[in-house]
């Protein structure tokens, strides 16, 4: 199908002398093209560093373990309490990978291993769509499905922490899916062939050979949901009622770093606005932890 | 057969699972679209929006300024990510500066776009506003470029990896310098999938929100350069329904959007498959 010529230009340029420097130029600027990722990590964390650090030594501890968050009329340092704002991503981050990782983990298995080809032809790309999904979209239809409902069924605002995970949840289905579904595959044919020839069932196979094997990618898959769920912003901004307390069930309203952040930069000035890049550097911290973990999961892969 | 019985309850659990995901996008779709289809009219996509404080109105200035910022992230990121693959899959060996290349775009692309806007704002709006104009088309386009950058340089290399090794040597061996191989071999070979990696970037930009928030300024006017702000249609979502509960246009636009996202999912779709097929048969 391809064609190689040696064009007019490559038999001109075979003993030219500017062929040598043409070539050097162009790997330099490929390594510049390269190394605008380390660039632009490096750009993002001095700009919140700088702009947060100061703000987070100054504060203290107690910006992390104070429950009082009043930026507003802010004269003493112990209005800075973002801690409730800490729970809140914690509790909606951890619901909805509880909810997310049975049912994208079970999708995993059926995509890798169960699907026929032409269910595997429409759900691939459906997984890949859900990735796609704007995550205002997400906030808009849980705003006026969810809330709706949650208010209807259990009472109160609607805006809550159990709408925060059924919206997150879905919104970290594709990353747990898609990741998980490569770890599967990835598991060498010979253990499966090897256990079915012993007469194992089909879910055997899948329950003690395959997902065993997979295990380490499949927690990397929902780790990486983790960090999906923890940083999103739009969706839960919308959903969870943007209230700095800790929730006292799980149909009260909460807020999380990021939502808080979005919510405020708005009219922050002066101190304010670096309290919110202090708020950016912990996100960030937890973030970096998390990545680290996925790392760790991934790389204990088995080898084979 | 006992065991076969036995394992008829799990497998259907498995096929439950495939199906509801399949039903949840569907119920998601089948929402937005059933709503905002009927709202998207001629006069909706090019009409000027409503005046402040009053619902309706048309939504052109929003597809403008999204087209602006998508624009500018991908005339930044494209460059930077075809040749960012190139030198990582054709120029550098397994060297610890390859790692580091990886690993810090996989840090960008695990960054959540709120800090990304935090950045965006601070650089681009504060410290360059006499270039960028503060919030504008500009701010907001570059600071997509951050979370473009990372997908097509991922799927740019991935193409690239695909690409047989017998073809590069054959051009090699007849005399070919390495960029020339690149250019005229490996390059148009690998382009559906540099393609893909391109497109799917320009998901992220059409769909980002948080980032835009912070940098794009949000002013429903019709931008008159790109050193005004403005307000993308994802943004345009937010801001009706918060400002005012304006549903309608906001399902309309979401309706225009979830069409441009699934447009996109599945042009790659058949650019990938198409593509796979070519090199399996090659």
Redesign the interface.
Same mark, same amino acid.
Do not use: C, H, N
């Given at each position: 199908m391809i064609c190689i010529k040696p064009s007019r230009e490559v038999r001109s340029l075979r003993r030219s002398a500017t062929r040598d420097i043409r070539e050097r130029t162009v790997a330099l600027l490929l390594l510049l093209c390269g190394i605008s990722s380390v660039c632009a990590i490096f750009l993002i964390i001095t700009f919140i560093f700088a702009e947060g650090l100061p703000f987070l030594i100054q504060a203290g501890p107690s910006f992390l373990i104070s429950s009082v968050w009043r930026p507003t009329d802010s004269f003493s340092a112990g209005l800075w309490g973002i801690f409730p704002i800490i729970v809140g991503s914690l509790i909606v981050t951890l619901g909805a990978v509880a909810i997310g990782t049975p049912l994208g983990v079970a999708c995993a298995v059926f995509l890798a291993e169960i699907a026929p080809a032409p269910v595997r032809r429409v759900l691939v790309p459906s997984v890949n769509a859900l990735a796609g999904v704007p995550s205002v979209v997400y906030g808009f239809f849980g705003l006026l499905v969810i809330v709706p409902w949650i208010r209807g069924q259990f009472g109160g605002f609607g805006t809550s922490v159990f709408a925060a995970w059924l919206i997150l949840f879905i919104m970290i289905l594709p990353t747990i899916i898609s990741i998980s579904t490569d770890s599967i595959r990835a598991v060498p044919r010979e253990y499966k062939e090897g256990s079915l020839a012993m007469g194992a069932t089909r879910w055997q196979t899948i329950r003690s050979v395959l997902v065993p094997a997979a295990s380490s990618g499949i927690i990397a898959s929902v780790i990486l949901g983790m960090g999906r769920a923890i940083g999103e912003t739009m969706a839960v901004l919308m959903v969870a009622g943007n209230s700095v307390t800790i929730p006292d069930s799980i149909f009260a309203p909460t807020s999380t770093l990021t939502a808080q952040i979005a919510l405020e930069m708005g009219y922050a000035t002066g101190a304010h606005r670096e309290a919110l890049f202090a708020m950016g550097i912990v996100l960030f911290a937890f973030i970096m932890i998390l990545t680290g973990f996925a790392n760790l999961a991934s790389r204990r892969r088995i080898t084979y | 057969m006992e065991?076969?019985r036995?394992?008829l309850v799990? $497998?259907a659990?498995?096929?439950? *699972?495939?199906i509801?995901?399949?039903v949840?996008?569907i119920v998601?779709?089948v =929402?937005?679209l059933a709503n905002g289809l009927p709202v998207i009219s001629w006069q909706f996509l090019t009409g000027e929006p409503a005046l402040w404080g009053q619902t309706g109105g048309g939504i052109y200035s929003t597809i403008v300024a999204t087209l602006a910022v998508t624009g500018i992230s991908l005339l930044v990121a494209a460059?930077?990510?075809? !040749?960012?693959a190139? =030198?990582?899959n054709? =120029? &550098?060996k397994e060297t610890p500066?390859r790692k580091?290349?990886r690993q810090? *775009?996989?840090?960008?692309a !695990?960054?959540?776009?709120?800090? #990304? !806007?935090?950045?965006g704002?601070?650089?681009f709006v504060i =410290?360059l506003a006499p270039i960028t104009g503060g919030w504008s088309m500009i701010s907001g386009g570059l600071t997509l470029a951050?979370m473009v950058?990372?997908i097509s $340089?991922r799927t740019s290399e991935e193409a690239l990896k695909t690409v047989p090794t017998e073809?590069r040597e054959?051009?090699l061996g007849?005399?070919?310098?390495?960029?020339?191989s690149i250019t005229?071999?490996v390059l148009?070979?690998a382009l559906p999938g540099i393609i893909t990696g391109l497109i799917l970037g320009v998901?992220r930009a #059409? !769909?980002?929100?948080?980032a835009i %928030?912070?940098t794009a300024g949000g002013s429903l006017n019709l931008i008159q350069s790109l050193r005004d702000p403005g307000r993308p249609m994802?943004?345009n979502?937010?801001d009706v329904?918060?400002e005012y509960r304006d &549903?309608t246009t906001?399902y309309g636009t979401?309706a225009v959007?979830?069409i441009a996202? %699934?447009a996109? &999912? $599945?042009i &790659?779709?058949v650019l990938m498959n198409n593509y796979t097929k070519?090199l399996k048969g090659?």
């Open positions: - | 065991a076969k036995r394992e799990p $497998l659990l498995l096929w439950g *699972a495939g509801a995901t399949l949840i996008l998601i779709l =929402y937005i460059p930077l990510s075809v !040749g960012g190139i =030198y990582l054709e =120029y &550098t500066l580091v290349i810090a *775009a996989e840090i960008l !695990g960054i959540p776009s709120i800090i #990304v !806007g935090l950045f704002f601070l650089f =410290y951050f950058l990372p $340089l073809l054959g051009s007849i005399g070919a310098t390495r960029w020339q005229t071999v148009p070979t998901g #059409v !769909g980002e929100t948080a %928030l912070l994802t943004l979502i937010y329904l918060t &549903t906001a979401a959007l979830i996202i %699934l996109i &999912t $599945l &790659t779709d070519k090659l």
